[in-house]
Each structure stands twice: as structure tokens, then as C-alpha cells.
């Protein structure tokens, strides 16, 4: 699969970071940083097509009940979650890196406790019933200013919730695995770019992710850039927003 490299990005420090800046501070002023929501932003593209690099967007903590990981706030001697619940199988959630909760990753929950879960031959099994995919076509990825071909398909979970996925190819490792069995009080999580993604498929990296490191459900986008030109180049700014995707809905 061919890939070409794009025009470098802009640097931490440019101009994207100052409007990130911005942002954060505008919504402490007003006080949506609170028990309710939390604003995130996406550095990586293992949740293409549905979330891109440069999407800003607000998690809803309340979605699975409370943690010592969405509460504002620390409790003494606080653990697990204050009138907890699942999450349903498609849900895109940010959750605590389980080796590293300094660390936050989104992906889409596709296991629930006691699931089966295993890809074979690319293609995702629940319960031993497969998650049927129809194809849409071809998909330019852009993943941080490498641009990649992928496929791309629309997935139905069982609980008919359809989502799209890319994918580049359908052999290797993790497009065949062993059957893994989400414990009690686990979730198992996946990137929708399936062949770039760092999730449960890895057990000696994400693996299952406990329920209490849930910080909430993402519910919708508030902002959205690709930051393909140097920050100095201002007359390109107002072309780098991605108009049509500020508060677009996820789901």
C-alpha cells in the first residue's frame, strides 16, 4: 500500500496550541469543565474515519456513573464508580490508559463482560456471530500528515448500532486472534481505523479496560482542524477549520 508524506505540521507551540488555549480557558470561565462534561481533543488517527486528528470534543462524564477518574474533585479512599453503569456496545469513550492512568485514550467498546470476542480473517466476531461489514469504497486517511489508502466498510454490531471502520488488509495478527473473554467488571475497546490502533486486542498494552477507568461517553464535536500549514501562513487558517464538522454529533 503506497504512502506519501504531506507537508509537515505545525509544532506544538504554534498557533493551533494557542487556540487550544483558548478554548480550554473559555469553557473553565463558563463552567462546562464540571461534574457533566470535559473537553478532549484527538492527537492520533486510530479512530478514523470517525474522529480525525484536529477534532475537539466533549465527553459526557455522567454517561457510566462516577470514578475517581471523572469526578472534578478527589475523595478519600475513593474507589470504583457511584451509581455506575455499562456502557452499550458502540459507544466511543474516553477511558484511563490502564497501564498509565496519566493517559487517556478514545475507542469504541464493541465487548461487554462474559462477550467473546476475536477478529478473524479481518472481521470482528461477537459470540461467535459475526459483525457483518458493507463496503463503502475507498478512503484517504490522513493520520498527522501521512497520507494512507484504506477501505473503508460499515460494521453492525448486535445490538444493530452500524458504525464505519477502515481497513488496509485482512491478514496478520491482528486481523486473527485468539478468543479473548471480557472478565467481570471489564470492558473490551477498539479503534474504527483497525489497522492502526493500539486497543484490547493487545494484552500487554491496553487489554481489557476496567469499568472504573471509564471517564464518559464522547457526544460531540465543538471544533475540528487540520493544521496542514505553517502557523505563520494566517491567511490559510480560516481554510484549515473543518466547518462541517463543528457540533456534529457521535455516534
Same mark, same amino acid.
Given at each position: 500500500?503506497?504512502?506519501?508524506k504531506?507537508?509537515p505540521?505545525?509544532?506544538?507551540?504554534?498557533?493551533?496550541e +494557542?487556540?487550544k488555549?483558548?478554548?480550554?480557558?473559555?469553557?473553565?470561565?463558563?463552567g462546562?469543565?464540571?461534574?457533566?462534561?470535559?473537553p478532549?481533543?484527538? $492527537?492520533s488517527?486510530s479512530m478514523i474515519?470517525t474522529?480525525l486528528v484536529g477534532d475537539?470534543l466533549?465527553v459526557?462524564?455522567?454517561s457510566?456513573g462516577?470514578?475517581?477518574?471523572?469526578?472534578p474533585?478527589?475523595?478519600?479512599?475513593?474507589?470504583?464508580?457511584i451509581?455506575?453503569s455499562?456502557?452499550?456496545?458502540?459507544?466511543v469513550?474516553?477511558?484511563?490508559?490502564?497501564?498509565d492512568t496519566?493517559?487517556d485514550y478514545i475507542? @469504541?467498546?464493541?465487548?461487554?463482560?462474559?462477550?467473546h470476542?476475536?477478529? @478473524?480473517e479481518?472481521?470482528l466476531y461477537i459470540?461467535?456471530?459475526l459483525? $457483518? @461489514?458493507?463496503?463503502?469504497?475507498d478512503?484517504l486517511?490522513?493520520d498527522?500528515g501521512?497520507?494512507?489508502?484504506?477501505?473503508?466498510?460499515q460494521?453492525?454490531?448486535?445490538n444493530g448500532?452500524? !458504525?464505519e471502520?477502515?481497513?488496509?488488509r485482512?491478514?496478520?495478527?491482528?486481523?486473527n486472534?485468539?478468543e479473548?473473554v471480557? $472478565?467481570?467488571? !471489564?470492558?473490551?475497546a477498539?479503534?474504527? +481505523?483497525r489497522d492502526?490502533s493500539a486497543?484490547?486486542?493487545?494484552m500487554d498494552?491496553?487489554?481489557?479496560v476496567?469499568?472504573?477507568?471509564l471517564?464518559?461517553k464522547?457526544e460531540?464535536l465543538?471544533f475540528?482542524?487540520d493544521?496542514?500549514?505553517?502557523?505563520?501562513?494566517f491567511?490559510e487558517w480560516?481554510f484549515?477549520i473543518r466547518w462541517t464538522r463543528i457540533?456534529k454529533p457521535? !455516534?
Amino acid at each position: 500500500m503506497a504512502t506519501t508524506k504531506a507537508k509537515p505540521r505545525r509544532q506544538a507551540n504554534g498557533w493551533v496550541e +494557542n487556540i487550544k488555549t483558548i478554548v480550554y480557558a473559555g469553557l473553565i470561565a463558563i463552567g462546562v469543565r464540571t461534574v457533566a462534561f470535559e473537553p478532549f481533543n484527538i $492527537p492520533s488517527g486510530s479512530m478514523i474515519p470517525t474522529l480525525l486528528v484536529g477534532d475537539y470534543l466533549f465527553v459526557a462524564k455522567y454517561s457510566y456513573g462516577y470514578s475517581m477518574y471523572s469526578l472534578p474533585f478527589s475523595l478519600p479512599l475513593f474507589s470504583g464508580r457511584i451509581f455506575g453503569s455499562l456502557p452499550k456496545r458502540g459507544d466511543v469513550v474516553v477511558f484511563k490508559y490502564p497501564r498509565d492512568t496519566s493517559i487517556d485514550y478514545i475507542k @469504541r467498546i464493541v465487548g461487554l463482560p462474559g462477550d467473546h470476542i476475536q477478529v @478473524r480473517e479481518g472481521q470482528l466476531y461477537i459470540n461467535g456471530v459475526l459483525c $457483518p @461489514r458493507q463496503p463503502e469504497g475507498d478512503y484517504l486517511a490522513d493520520d498527522d500528515g501521512i497520507k494512507m489508502m484504506r477501505k473503508l466498510y460499515q460494521e453492525t454490531l448486535p445490538n444493530g448500532v452500524k !458504525h464505519e471502520i477502515l481497513k488496509e488488509r485482512d491478514d496478520g495478527w491482528v486481523n486473527n486472534t485468539q478468543e479473548y473473554v471480557v $472478565p467481570p467488571d !471489564h470492558v473490551f475497546a477498539m479503534g474504527d +481505523n483497525r489497522d492502526n490502533s493500539a486497543d484490547s486486542r493487545f494484552m500487554d498494552g491496553v487489554g481489557f479496560v476496567p469499568v472504573e477507568n471509564l471517564v464518559g461517553k464522547a457526544e460531540i464535536l465543538f471544533f475540528s482542524i487540520d493544521a496542514e500549514y505553517p502557523w505563520y501562513e494566517f491567511w490559510e487558517w480560516p481554510f484549515e477549520i473543518r466547518w462541517t464538522r463543528i457540533l456534529k454529533p457521535l !455516534h
